[in-house]
């Protein structure tokens, strides 16, 4: 029987693994991300106030409805199974959709609601994937947020990926995903959110 997809807390280095996959999930990343990015291009009252919205939809909304519904559903955090995806995914399809109307209507910074785009399209691409093949969300939420920050601050914003292979490691190490599923994760991340943010910014700006 293949281990693959069985949860592995309990290896040598389970725990340590555990607590990168946890803290690397795309809210988590979200947050800090387009606080950094809002704090940069704001001045401080309109910072705190764009900032919650971007904070509302990009993290806490869908992590709040997420785990209602896992509960209620009894189904691991790690949606060990692809087809527990799915009404996680909409949920969060519909809140950063949501999110990007928000920003734009309250005239948020244009990188930070491009990135919430990237967010909503990104996530109903991982959607159709999904159907068919288990890409690793975490390796995606460490690649777009850090395509974000490149377009935002220069290479320096490329630091977050630095993380990338260690958060990669923790989903092949738990048995999560395979290397192709992390590996495509990260590149379909970068490739696609560095895509839309031109797109984005080039119809905006």
Not at 30 to 58: E, H, M, R, T, W
Not at 193 to 203: G, H, S, V
Request: positive net charge.
């Amino acid at each position: 029987m293949s281990l693959m997809n069985e949860p592995q807390e309990n290896k040598k280095y389970g725990k340590q693994a555990q607590l990168i996959s946890d803290i690397s999930n795309a809210p988590i990343l979200a947050l800090i991300v387009f606080s950094i990015i809002n704090f940069y291009y704001l001045n401080f009252n309109d910072f705190i106030k764009i900032d919650i919205i971007s904070i509302f939809f990009a993290s806490i909304l869908p992590t709040v409805v997420i785990i209602v519904f896992f509960k209620r559903k009894n189904i691991h955090r790690d949606l060990l199974k692809k087809e527990d995806r799915k009404i996680p995914l909409i949920i969060a399809i519909i809140s950063y959709f949501l999110g990007t109307i928000a920003l734009f209507m309250m005239q948020a910074p244009t990188i930070s609601t491009a990135l919430m785009f990237c967010y909503f399209s990104n996530t109903i691409i991982v959607m159709g994937i999904t159907r068919y093949w288990k890409i690793s969300i975490h390796s995606m939420g460490i690649s777009g947020p850090t395509t974000g920050l490149i377009f935002a601050f220069g290479l320096a914003g490329a630091i977050l990926g630095l993380l990338g292979p260690l958060v990669m490691w923790s989903r092949v190490y738990l048995n999560r995903h395979t290397v192709s599923q992390v590996l495509a994760g990260f590149l379909f991340g970068f490739v696609l959110t560095a895509a839309q943010m031109i797109l984005f910014l080039n119809l905006i700006i």
